[in-house]
């Protein structure tokens, strides 16, 4: 059987006629803007500087590794209580989806009534990439409340839940018989009002800046609608149509995480529209870093520190219904983790990361700034390190517990335990914001 994990898709691009590239496009470059798109080099350049840290040599953070491994047992001993079998669930939308012990993709699902797996397939990613272009983070006191299960979800579960509410109200779709869809063309038009709304915007809820959110939808519809080849096999260009091509493959054999990562950064990078660009080609979630020089840096790629986090995190969540669809998913601990503010914030809170210009109170940093660009690098390169420590605690391995799985119960489980603790509270310490100017 093949396994694709390690078959890298064309250049973004490479597919297109020339009036269709960047009038800055420059071919060498472009060529090696893959480089920065995977997780190894994700993972690399983040083991470069964390050994600078280790070393001294970062200007703003500093590391303790033997801090490890008491946060090791203690989120060792967690996992235990809470997964006595081990079997950690992926970090992934559709646990959000289920806020309140409601399967809602369900319910959907039987009143669609789906001619088949990949017309299932598809309204499944558009769900799953929408809902995670619009994210995680709401304001304190924001709640949204859900009419079929006549409850209110805060946080992360509500902004999840009132993103599949829009989806199955129709907002994004160009066919109204069909409301479970998100259409390219649907999604560039989408308006700030619209999102207000289906954010519940208004009394009894904090104000939201609905601005970015309309925007990136936007954006995810500009860039679907840019490459047919990827997104609209069997349908109109729609965030779902690279449901086909990646069952199509899984047809064929094993389907990597990897190549997921690598369809979406190809396709999507440029949803991201406030990262670099690397010969005409966004590069999304990327900064700099004057330390990533020299050896172990391709030539014409210096200073570039990838995270991606965001399509990291929606790899877990198009690989669930792939998995539903009958499709053999590998390499998954291939994907990293931890360069968000609540894997952050564990690592600043156990003692394994301090900041070498004094604690932050609430503090903002521009995700270009180089205290932001050290503090999430050298989180992406700890925690494969507390990772191996938990497996070996665990007696467990990187396929079965990918790290995937300890997103949830390292991270999202722990960290607020841990901060309650150290800190006698869960308010944030840090908030990464806009960048600044990367250039």
Not at 16 to 29: F, V
Not at 77 to 86: E, F, G, N, S, Y
Not at 261 to 267: A, I, Q, S, T, V
Request: hydrophobic share 45%; glycine share 10%; charged share 25%.
């Amino acid at each position: 059987m093949t396994d694709k994990t390690d078959s890298p898709s064309e250049p973004l691009l490479e597919q297109g006629s020339a009036a269709d590239l960047p009038i800055d496009y420059d071919d060498a470059l472009a060529h090696k803007s893959r480089i920065l798109m995977t997780p190894h080099t994700v993972r690399a350049r983040a083991n470069l500087l964390l050994d600078k840290a280790l070393e001294g040599e970062l200007s703003h953070v500093a590391v303790d590794v033997r801090a490890l491994d008491p946060l090791s047992e203690s989120l060792a001993a967690l996992i235990r209580t809470k997964w006595p079998d081990q079997v950690l669930p992926f970090h992934s939308v559709w646990r959000r989806f289920e806020a309140g012990g409601h399967d809602r993709f369900a319910g959907l699902a039987a009143s669609r009534k789906w001619r088949d797996v990949r017309e299932m397939g598809r309204a499944a990613f558009d769900m799953a990439l929408v809902a995670g272009f619009i994210g995680t983070v709401a304001p304190a006191g924001w709640g949204f409340a859900d009419g079929m299960a006549a409850e209110r979800y805060p946080g992360a579960d509500g902004l999840a839940v009132a993103s599949l509410s829009m989806i199955a109200s129709g907002l994004f779709s160009g066919k109204p018989l069909d409301p479970l869809r998100a259409d390219a063309g649907q999604l560039v038009r989408v308006s700030v009002d619209e999102i207000a709304d289906g954010l519940q915007i208004g009394p009894g809820n904090p104000a939201m800046d609905c601005t970015p959110l309309a925007h990136i939808l936007q954006h995810l519809g500009e860039a679907v609608g840019l490459r047919d080849d990827l997104f609209a096999h069997n349908d109109d260009p729609r965030p779902g149509g690279l449901f086909d091509l990646l069952f199509e493959e899984g047809l064929e054999g094993a389907v990597g995480a990897s190549r997921v990562m690598d369809l979406l950064c190809e396709g999507l990078s440029m949803v991201q529209v406030e990262g670099p660009a690397l010969g005409g080609i966004p590069l999304g979630d990327t900064a700099k870093h004057p330390a990533l020089r020299g050896e172990g840096i391709e030539e014409g790629t210096e200073t570039f520190m990838p995270f991606h986090a965001r399509l990291q995190r929606l790899v877990p969540d198009l690989v669930e219904p792939l998995v539903w669809a009958g499709v053999e998913i590998t390499g998954l601990e291939d994907l990293t983790v931890g360069s968000d503010a609540a894997a952050v914030e564990l690592l600043l809170d156990a003692g394994v990361v301090t900041l070498c210009d004094g604690p932050l109170q609430g503090g903002v940093i521009a995700l270009d700034a180089p205290q932001a660009v050290e503090l999430r690098a050298v989180t992406v390169a700890l925690f494969d390190r507390l990772a191996e420590k938990l497996r070996m605690q665990l007696e467990t391995n990187a396929e079965e517990m990918p790290l995937a799985g300890l997103l949830e119960g390292a991270i999202r489980y722990a960290a607020g335990k841990i901060a309650l603790e150290k800190r006698g509270s869960l308010a944030p310490m840090i908030q990464f914001g806009a960048p600044e100017g990367l250039k």
